[in-house]
C-alpha cells in the first residue's frame, strides 16, 4: 500500500512538470513570434554600465550630461573633443534650491538643447554620456532623446562616493553660553 502511494506521487509530480514545461514552451513560441515581427527595429544590447546598437557608421556627435550636488551640465562635443554647445542650470537662471530638482532642470535643459542646436540631424550617430544619474532617470533621458536623435551608445558613470570614503566635514554650531544668574 505504501509503495502503490510513494508511485502515485511520483507521478502525479512528474506530470505537474511536464504541463509546467509545456505552458513554458508555448510562451517563448509566442514571445519568439513577436520578435520576429520586429525584425527591423533596432534593440539595444546592454553590457555593465553601457548599452550599444550595433551598426556600421561611425558616431558623429557626443551628448553629455552631468548631474552634480549642485548643478546640472549639458554639453555637446564632436568625436575630437571639440565642445560645440554647452550650457548649465545657472545660465538657466535658476538659483540653489530650483536647481536640486533635477526632473524640472533636466527637462528646461533639454528643450534649450532641442531649440538651440541645428546642426545635429536624425541622420548623426550619438554617444549619450550620463554622469550620477539614477535607473529611472537614465530611462527617461534616453526615452526623451531617442525620439529627437539617433542614439547608437549610451554610458552611465556613477562617481558618488562610496563606502570607505571621508564624510564631508560637518560646520560646527555656534556655543551657546548658559549663564546661571543669582536670584
Not at 57 to 73: D, E, L
Not at 109 to 123: A, D, E, S
Not at 161 to 180: A, D, E, S, T, V
Request: net charge positive.
Amino acid at each position: 500500500m505504501l509503495l502503490l502511494q510513494i508511485n502515485n506521487n511520483l507521478i502525479e509530480s512528474k506530470l505537474v512538470k511536464i504541463y509546467y514545461l509545456k505552458n513554458l514552451l508555448k510562451k517563448f513560441k509566442t514571445q519568439l513570434k513577436k520578435l520576429k515581427t520586429l525584425k527591423n527595429v533596432r534593440l539595444p544590447t546592454y553590457n555593465s554600465n553601457s548599452f550599444t546598437v550595433k551598426s556600421s557608421k561611425p558616431i558623429s556627435y557626443i551628448i553629455g550630461i552631468a548631474i552634480y550636488k549642485t548643478n546640472v551640465v549639458i554639453y555637446i562635443s564632436n568625436i575630437k573633443g571639440d565642445v560645440k554647445f554647452f550650457y548649465t542650470a545657472g545660465a538657466l537662471n535658476l538659483k540653489k534650491s530650483q536647481k536640486k530638482k533635477k526632473v524640472v532642470v533636466l527637462t528646461k535643459l533639454l528643450k534649450v538643447l532641442l531649440i538651440n542646436v541645428n546642426f545635429v540631424t536624425k541622420k548623426d550617430l550619438i554617444a549619450l554620456h550620463l554622469q550620477n544619474f539614477n535607473e529611472g532617470l537614465v530611462k527617461v533621458i534616453y526615452s526623451f532623446l531617442i525620439r529627437h536623435y539617433n542614439l547608437e551608445v549610451v554610458q552611465v558613470q556613477n562617481n558618488q562616493p562610496h563606502n570607505g570614503c571621508r564624510p564631508k566635514k560637518l560646520k560646527r554650531k555656534k556655543r551657546r553660553r548658559i549663564y546661571f544668574t543669582k536670584n
